[in-house]
């Protein structure tokens, strides 16, 4: 159901300076969360955070999960793997990832939007 993406993903500035997530592995590409990453959070580190805070609270038990709708995806956090379904465009398949998995992702994203010449 879930998989574990991060050995696959990269992230790097582009020649303009805007963060990007790339693919490494094997298809099929998790189109949804790299675009998610570039689009919905781009270079917001605060709204990195309250991802990482929900991951937390549906971890610890403290809430069932949140759901959230940004400009152009949907994020769904269950205690143990999320979903991140692109709202328009055709023939997008949702990426569903374990929660471990995409709190790494997360914290790498906010590691290169908070620090992006490191």
Known sequence: MSRDLTDDVTFELDATGRPRARWT???PEPAAL????E???GYDAAYCQQVLDETYLAVSGQTNGW????NAFSL?????Y???TAMYG??????T????AFSRLIEGWRGLIESPGD
């Open 25 to 27: 592995g094997a298809p």
């Open 34 to 37: 790299l675009q998610f990453l």
């Open 39 to 41: 689009t919905d959070i």
């Open 67 to 70: 759901r959230t709708t940004g």
């Open 76 to 80: 769904e956090i269950f205690p143990d």
């Open 82 to 84: 999320v979903v991140v």
């Open 90 to 95: 055709r023939g997008k398949t949702p990426t």
């Open 97 to 100: 990832l374990s929660i471990d």
